[in-house]
């Protein structure tokens, strides 16, 4: 069975321009969230989409960020424009429950603002 | 608010001896508690976690924890440590009233195990 997948893995962009994140989670997960690690720093939050809905998206940082499950199954985490500040990993997980504490995640996106 | 704190950034330890990854949490309200695992080119995965019951916890290659109320605890051990147990430690907590999903994260130790 396939994990969970994020593409790309690195990316490197210019203040300014923008950047999509793909995440495709587990099959059958409905559950799916998005964190991330700014260097040195702990995992924080950033939301979590049941189904194609957003349960909760009270991490995101500000407007500059957009995330998007269509259909429910994949998802995208677009940063528009980016900031030197938006640099860092960006992970993905999911899980069948909400229950379980059990999240699976993916690799991450390494995200570079120059 | 709710934090994770784990005081140790980096832990270097030499193979087959114990290890202990310190993690301390803040929260006025009833949590859960986990570690979760991060092994070179892989994504986090679940090592161990407190939900209720016996407040000492096993995962299957050794490791354990032990979750203490009144220090606000939850370190973890391994009697004996390999080069395979190389990897980053993040210790992770959530509200009992919010749901076990619902992760706040530590900043991490590195362990680095060495032969």
């Known amino acids: 069975e396939a994990g969970v997948t994020q593409f790309p893995s690195h990316s490197v962009i210019e203040k300014g321009q923008t950047v999509t994140l793909r995440c495709d989670p587990i099959?059958?997960?409905?559950?799916l969230y998005w964190y991330r690690r700014v260097m040195g720093k702990e995992i924080k939050f950033l939301l979590h989409?049941?189904?194609?809905?957003?349960?909760?998206e009270s991490g995101m940082p500000n407007n500059r960020f957009l995330a998007e499950r269509t259909g429910g199954t994949y998802s995208t985490l677009k940063v528009q424009p980016a900031e030197l500040e938006d640099s860092g990993v960006y992970f993905c997980?999911?899980?069948?429950?909400?229950?379980?504490?059990?999240?699976?995640f993916g690799e991450g996106s390494r995200l570079t603002v120059l | 608010a709710q934090s994770v704190t784990q005081l140790d950034s980096q832990v270097p330890v030499f193979e087959e001896a114990p290890v202990e990854l310190r993690c301390n949490y803040s929260?006025?309200?009833?949590?859960?508690l986990f570690w979760y695992v991060q092994y070179p080119n892989q994504g986090l995965q679940l090592l161990l976690k407190?939900?209720?019951?016996?407040?000492l916890v096993e995962s299957i290659n050794g490791f354990e924890a032990e979750f203490n109320k009144s220090q606000t605890s939850f370190h973890l051990r391994k009697p004996s440590v390999h080069i395979s147990d190389t990897a980053e430690y993040f210790c992770?907590?959530?509200?009992?009233?919010?749901?076990?999903?619902?992760?706040?994260f530590g900043t991490g130790t590195r362990l680095t195990v060495i032969p």
């Open positions: 929260s006025s309200v009833s949590v859960y």
């Open positions: 989409f049941v189904k194609e809905s957003k349960q909760d």
């Open positions: 407190y939900l209720s019951g016996s407040t």
């Open positions: 099959s059958g997960h409905d559950n």
């Open positions: 997980a999911s899980s069948q429950d909400r229950l379980s504490g059990e999240l699976f």
């Open positions: 992770a907590v959530s509200y009992i009233t919010t749901g076990a999903n619902n992760l706040f």
